[in-house]
């Protein structure tokens, strides 16, 4: 397959994807509720994976909406228990992504072709995303983008992140939505203006695409670990300021 064939789509797609989740990864790290995208995609899972056990050959309006509110139920007990019990809240977080994932689980276990759908949605194969799929990233952007300010709200913030986590994962998967919203997050805590830690995310995104294209490697794993090594660089970066001053 020549390059021309393959490389708009899956590079439209990581762009729309960091343009969507970038802000939303901001908001995350100053919350302290860095484990809601694990939470609130596994909840997004289980969803999707239930209503294909249940429901012979659902549309993806079905499996979408199902999914959603999952996520949106997800979120808004990530909400409550952040401001009920503060101190405890991503030990409290992570035991609910650990609800979501056994739902998953077990949901998977009830399709014949549970564990491959199961495994598509941690690790998406970005190098063959669609144009349904650029097309969802773009709105996810758009919202995004459009609504910044009130993300600052708690009201607006979770429903928002649970709309958005809800209809990235399929498209990226689970691992590079997480990489990508916290990323882009790290640099600017580093430092780093909010343009150049996005330039550098979609930067990440793209060697992780290359790498994936050149040495026969699943896409959604390969791109996952270029995004976490961007990001745990950032953390070098805020060394070496802090020794220069």
Not at 82 to 92: D, G, M, S, V
Request: charged content about 10%.
């Amino acid at each position: 397959m020549s390059l021309d064939a393959w490389f708009w789509n899956p590079v439209l797609a990581l762009l729309l994807g960091v343009l969507a989740l970038a802000p939303l990864g901001e908001q995350v790290l100053a919350r302290g509720v860095v484990f809601i995208d694990l939470a609130v995609a596994q909840a997004a899972a289980a969803a999707a994976l239930w209503v294909t056990a249940l429901v012979s050959h659902p549309n993806w309006l079905l499996t979408q909406l199902l999914a959603s509110a999952g996520a949106l139920l997800c979120a808004g007990a990530v909400a409550w228990l952040a401001k009920r019990w503060p101190e405890q809240r991503e030990a409290l977080i992570g035991l609910l992504y650990v609800v979501g994932a056994s739902l998953a689980l077990l949901g998977a276990g009830q399709d014949p072709h549970g564990r491959e759908r199961l495994s598509q949605l941690l690790a998406a194969d970005v190098l063959w995303a669609g144009w349904a799929q650029v097309a969802v990233l773009a709105g996810c952007a758009v919202l995004v983008a459009m609504a910044r300010k009130h993300l600052l709200r708690d009201s607006f913030f979770y429903p928002a992140f649970a709309l958005v986590a809800s209809m990235a994962v399929p498209a990226l998967g689970l691992f590079v939505v997480f990489a990508a919203l916290i990323a882009p997050a790290l640099w600017q805590r580093a430092g780093c203006g909010r343009m150049m830690s996005w330039l550098g995310t979609f930067t990440a995104c793209a060697g992780g695409l290359a790498a994936s294209w050149v040495l026969d490697t699943p896409s959604g794993p390969t791109v996952a670990l270029a995004l976490s090594a961007y990001g745990a660089f950032s953390a070098l970066h805020r060394y070496i300021n802090t020794k220069s001053q």
